[in-house]
């Protein structure tokens, strides 16, 4: 069984008041090629389908047209909503697609969406789980007198995941949508205050992958098939060095998940340059690049260009960002990290070195041990 493994698509989304409904309709198309060229069985997308709750009429009809084109191209579909997404309005016609085997999951009710495929290895579980937290667990469970209600993102996961009864003896895999502790995150993603969010790898451990949306960049957790896909196209410039790409998996026997990663190509690309106005103004300087690329230009004349942003334009059109690196916004940028390193206390210097050193936040117990230490230093 091949299948494709993408995520958080964010239709309808600006960046810098540009439209990216061109650029995503774009890649859609290459993905469907993709999905052709490699004769996949079916397509996972792990949610965040839409940028905003109420999206724009032009990113549904965009999604409408992606499904379409699967459907017809007897492809099928796994889909889970994420956080950016309204749960309800994307269950709407989620009976009527099922019968050209595109499979909605968007509401969590207490149960996980299910569907069992069949190929010459046996039985394979696919388990949707939309983005939950503890309120919406809570809420689906109720009127469960027994049942005790979570109380952070861990216990939501983990106790949807308990209701599931997975027979560890078949080939599963799962399709969620959440923060798992240790990911690396980039500028384009909500982020949640202290971490409030974070999931333990180790509650996938009875899954032989599990096929993440939520986080921008691709990487993998714990395990290699622990796994984000990271988005399709780039949606800030911390991204810009990153190559795009479709995970593609191939279930075989029980335990044997091979995968790998097909890149994507984007219409337009997203760069950062930098040198003097005269540098990137120079012909011999952009005459070989794509100059409809989106870009975040970085300016190093000690003296701002008036209309700098206009003047650029009508070189570079699709100029996002125009930025200044010189000794006055230096300075200035000292003196704000220093104001800011001010505020902060001990504990939260020690967790932001620990974080930066590990690529992973401390844990309640670690937390305890240092402001223990700290207490014991400053008494």
Not at 366 to 376: D, H, S
């Amino acid at each position: 069984m091949k299948l494709f493994h993408i995520s958080d698509l964010h239709l309808g989304k600006r960046i810098h008041e540009f439209s990216m409904i061109e650029d995503q309709a774009y890649i859609l198309n290459q993905i469907v090629s993709y999905a052709d060229a490699e004769q996949a069985d079916g397509v996972i997308i792990a949610g965040d389908i839409y940028d905003k709750p109420v999206p724009s009429a032009e990113a549904v009809q965009l999604f409408d047209s992606f499904l379409t084109q699967l459907a017809d191209h007897k492809k099928k579909v796994f889909l889970i909503s994420g956080n950016h997404d309204s749960a309800e309005r994307l269950a709407f016609g989620a009976q009527l697609m099922s019968g050209r085997q595109i499979y909605n999951s968007s509401i969590y009710n207490g149960n996980t969406t299910k569907i069992t495929l069949t190929d010459q290895y046996g039985e394979l579980c696919i388990y949707l789980l939309p983005f939950v937290k503890p309120v919406i667990v809570g809420h689906a469970l109720s009127t469960e007198t027994e049942t005790i209600l979570p109380e952070s993102y861990q216990d939501a996961v983990k106790l949807a995941i308990s209701r599931m009864n997975v027979d560890p003896a078949k080939r599963n895999i799962l399709v969620a949508h959440q923060f798992v502790t240790g990911a690396g995150r980039c500028d384009s993603e909500t982020v949640s205050v202290g971490g409030l969010d974070n999931v333990d790898a180790q509650v996938f451990d009875v899954f032989d992958y599990v096929a993440l949306g939520h986080i921008h960049s691709p990487q993998w957790i714990g395990r290699r098939t622990v796994r984000y896909c990271g988005t399709p196209l780039k949606y800030s410039f911390s991204e810009a060095a990153q190559q795009k790409s479709v995970t593609v998996i191939e279930c075989k026997n029980k335990g044997l998940i091979q995968y790998q990663m097909i890149p994507l190509v984007p219409l337009r690309d997203m760069r950062k340059i930098r040198g003097t106005y005269l540098e990137v103004t120079a012909r011999a300087f952009y005459q070989d690049m794509n100059q409809e690329d989106y870009l975040q230009i970085t300016l190093t004349d000690e003296e701002d260009i008036p209309d700098g942003m206009q003047k650029l334009r009508t070189i570079y059109p699709n100029l996002m960002q125009l930025e200044y690196d010189n000794s006055r916004t230096r300075q200035n940028r000292e003196i704000d990290a220093a104001a800011e390193m001010e505020k902060k206390s001990e504990i939260d210097l020690f967790e932001e070195f620990y974080e930066l050193q590990n690529n992973q936040p401390m844990n309640e117990e670690q937390t305890a041990f240092v402001k223990k230490l700290l207490e014991e230093l400053t008494s």
